[in-house]
């Protein structure tokens, strides 16, 4: 059975309702990002930012996995898949996949703020004085900017093995997930979908200009 090997992003779970901050003007869900994803944002206001993630918790109530996170689970009855996700939502283990990789973290879970270790996973509001079993204060198990991501030598080693890439979603101009497509093998066939594709021209690579739920649909045809 082929590895499928799957880096998603943004606009894996956009057609869902799960605003992301890259499409328009920088803000995210009308935050600075430097504000709720930092952790000096954190430092400064970290009622603010337990607050920003405990409404993001709570909007996953209220979206789907739509057809391309389906679509995706579904092929798992002809491929190996591995899914590489740069979304902190469960919209993929929500569709049925079975092997998913949050590079940035799960809104679903928390961690101490000392032990980085020490994750729970965590469904209600977290509030300053919630504490971990040291007692030092729980905080989202975000990876936020200018943190390092700690799953990523994991994903490095999953992109080696793959017999197909099968990007959707992501703009591949966040680092260091955007460089995972460089440890493909060169002859490993790569299909982007994006409906606004801005990617280097390689001789592997095809590109469905397509939104994510139409995009996985074409890709089933061409493999």
């Excluded at 799957?6 to 799960?18: C, K, N, Q, W, Y």
């Excluded at 994750?119 to 004085?129: D, E, P, R």
């Excluded at 994991?154 to 460089?179: E, F």
Aim: proline share 4%.
């Amino acid at each position: 059975m082929k590895h499928l090997v799957v880096l998603t992003g943004a606009g894996m779970s956009a057609e869902s309702g799960i605003k992301t901050f890259r499409d328009a003007d920088g803000l995210w869900e009308g935050h600075d990002v430097m504000e709720v994803a930092t952790p000096q944002g954190f430092a400064k206001n970290p009622e603010l930012v337990l607050e920003f993630y405990n409404q993001r918790r709570q909007q996953l109530h209220d979206v789907k996995p739509n057809s391309a996170h389906i679509d995706l689970a579904n092929l798992e009855a002809h491929y190996k898949i591995t899914i590489i996700t740069q979304n902190v939502d469960d919209l993929h283990e929500r569709a049925g996949s079975s092997n998913v990789i949050h590079l940035h973290g799960e809104l679903l879970k928390v961690r101490s703020t000392k032990n980085y270790s020490d994750i729970k996973t965590w469904t209600n509001n977290l509030n300053l004085g919630d504490l971990c079993n040291s007692g030092h204060q729980l905080r989202p198990h975000i990876v936020w900017f200018g943190e390092d991501v700690p799953m990523i030598e994991k994903a490095i080693n999953i992109c080696k093995s793959a017999d197909i890439l099968l990007i959707i979603g992501t703009s591949m101009q966040v680092y260091p997930a955007a460089g995972l497509m460089d440890y493909v093998s060169h002859n490993t066939p790569i299909f982007f979908i994006d409906p606004k594709p801005a990617i280097e021209n390689k001789s592997n690579l095809t590109v469905i200009t397509e939104s994510a739920t139409k995009g996985l649909k074409t890709f089933k045809t061409l493999i």
